[in-house]
């Protein structure tokens, strides 16, 4: 089915239309349209338009009404203030677009055919490391736009971007190669339990290895030899260091099974995937004259990138003892995106700490040729995750808390609360962990969605799975309450009847409503998953004022006010459960 025409876009094209037929040397004209709590919506361009035309604001406007033709979308228009216009929409014509949107499975939201290819590198774990709160923002925002710029139409390439090369690994190859038996136990498939399993050899293995390393100066040479085998490509260190990635991908697919996020092996590649462009990047960037030397090491400089003593700080592409900098790893991965998986826009999303270097990497891709006008790079990026007191979040011990900890714990605050309402609803114990678990995951990445992504935020659970205020469980049991009025309708069906006049409660759901599409389009182009949050919230918050206010089952309303609201309740579900879906949160049917 075709898009959807909203509202506002077909009022919009309306006062634009009688704004050129009123001052017609004023070419296209924005008459301004935002939505109002002193009408549907108000349009505020007029006084712009006119003072650009030395005219009286109001005779404009009133200029502009009598250019309005008659139509069956505005019901009225008076002139405000100064010269604003405060527009009141037909009750048919929101019942008619919201019934055009419930015909389709979209919802009505445009599916852009040829939008483009963008690559999104989110969620960059370290080989042989555990996962901790540091790395839950990354995957949680790169997944859920990941989601709805799929939805919108964009063809999407997901990249993770994991640390799997490095000097560290001359250290725990050497002394996997000197205890070959430290890696050894069932392997699994990405289950908790093999997770875990993984997760505790690579610690130990870590740690041995590490202590050694500090204390035993020739098990320190060895380990350095072994980096060079490693980056010559030694056949026997290579299988060695494979045995990390994928013990450690076990470990990996524990985790974000838990954060219910898909992950793919294809999707998965590392530092590494890109050490055969190294060379070829700087021999590239050096004979363009992109780079230079610099005491002895390949820089990119740049004017407005100064160091404390005024002194240009650079790019280091390629360190004087001939090692590669994380930029020519980050740079041979643009020209990869770019060249072979034919992006249109690179999305990194990345810590903001990491900020300046994504700039220079950028403009020196620019510089090269790689990003343009028709491809470009964005880095969103994202603060930190704070405890309740402020500071960076750290176990009272002050070391950083663990990903998995976090979210068992989550998860088991969520289950006593699902538990408590569990009796009334008559859910099954199975039943209750399953949606405990909906709700806890859900719970981490509402709160860090619903925030603007360059904040940091706080990390409360008691206030996460809270069933007040903006928190996802509030909007799953919207949700959950939403279904099961349909278990109490009886024979009565959705169904949108525009004949009849809409409650005031009715009118701003509607309106709500067909904002859908408009808000998806605004997040996918400004990459702001915080801004559907924001929309959904507020629907939830709209659904409960009409509910309170719109009897839907009991007392029972005529037979034709229960199906209209009955189609109310139908479409906000369905537009909630599309919204939470994109966002990568569940809505249990019953709750």
Request: net charge negative; aromatic share 8%.
């Amino acid at each position: 089915m075709a898009s959807v025409t909203s509202l506002t876009a077909s009022v919009h094209q309306r006062l634009a239309d009688a704004l050129s037929a009123a001052l017609p040397e004023a070419g296209a004209a924005d008459p301004l349209l935002r939505r109002s709590d002193r009408a549907d919506f108000q349009a505020n361009g007029i006084l712009a338009l006119a003072k650009k035309a030395k005219a009286n604001p109001r005779e404009l406007a009133a200029t502009v009404l009598d250019a309005l033709p008659a139509n069956d979308v505005i019901k009225d228009v008076e002139v405000s203030g100064p010269g604003f216009l405060n527009i009141t929409i037909a009750d048919k014509a929101i019942v008619e677009t919201l019934a055009a949107r419930a015909a389709d499975d979209r919802l009505g939201v445009p599916f852009q055919q040829d939008a483009g290819t963008t690559v999104i590198d989110y969620a960059q774990p370290n080989v042989a490391k555990e996962m901790h709160v540091g790395h839950l923002r990354s995957a949680v925002i790169g997944a859920a736009m990941v989601e709805i710029l799929e939805f919108t139409g964009e063809k999407v390439v997901r990249r993770h971007h994991i640390g799997d090369w490095g000097t560290q690994f001359g250290m725990l190859i050497q002394y996997l190669l000197e205890h070959p038996h430290e890696l050894d136990h069932e392997a699994g498939k990405g289950s908790e339990k093999d997770g875990e399993a993984a997760m505790s050899s690579l610690n130990r293995l870590y740690k041995a290895s590490r202590a050694l390393f500090d204390s035993d100066e020739e098990f320190k040479a060895r380990s350095r030899d072994r980096v060079v085998a490693l980056q010559a490509g030694d056949a026997e260190t290579l299988a060695l260091w494979q045995r990390f990635v994928d013990e450690s991908k076990i470990y990996f697919y524990s985790v974000f099974n838990k954060l219910d996020m898909q992950i793919d092996d294809p999707d998965v590649v590392g530092e590494s995937g890109y050490n055969d462009m190294l060379e070829e990047t700087c021999r590239i960037l050096e004979e363009s004259g992109v780079a230079v030397r610099s005491e002895g090491a390949l820089c990119v400089f740049f004017d407005d990138v100064l160091g404390p003593d005024g002194n240009k700080v650079p790019l280091i592409v390629k360190k004087s003892n001939g090692g590669y900098g994380y930029a020519a790893t980050d740079l041979s991965a643009i020209r990869d995106r770019v060249q072979n998986l034919k992006a249109s826009t690179l999305l990194y999303v990345v810590d903001a700490r990491q900020s300046l270097h994504f700039k220079m990497v950028f403009e020196t891709a620019r510089r090269a040729g790689w990003l343009n006008d028709e491809v470009k790079a964005h880095q969103l990026a994202f603060g930190t995750v704070l405890g309740k007191d402020g500071k960076p979040f750290k176990t009272r011990e002050g070391e950083t808390v663990r990903l998995v900890d976090l979210l068992d714990e989550a998860i088991d605050r969520a289950t006593s609360v699902v538990r408590e309402k569990a009796e009334k609803v008559g859910l099954t114990e199975e039943e209750i962990v399953e949606n405990g678990e909906y709700v806890g995951i859900g719970a981490v990445k509402y709160a860090d969605l619903s925030t603007s992504a360059v904040r940091d935020y706080k990390f409360d659970l008691d206030q996460m799975v809270s069933l007040n205020g903006d928190t996802s469980v509030y909007l799953q049991y919207a949700y959950a309450r939403i279904r099961s009025i349909f278990g109490k309708a009886g024979d009565r069906r959705p169904v949108a009847h525009p004949e009849l006049e809409l409650a005031p409660a009715e009118r701003a759901l509607g309106l709500h409503l067909d904002q859908f599409g408009e808000t998806l389009a605004e997040v996918a182009s400004s990459y702001e998953p915080h801004k559907l949050a924001a929309y959904l919230y507020q629907l939830a918050s709209l659904y409960t004022t009409f509910y309170d206010q719109c009897p839907v089952v009991k007392p029972a309303p005529a037979p034709e006010v229960a199906e209209n609201r009955l189609f109310l309740c139908d479409l906000t579900a369905r537009t909630l459960h599309q919204g939470m879906a994109l966002l990568g949160i569940r809505t249990p049917e019953r709750l």
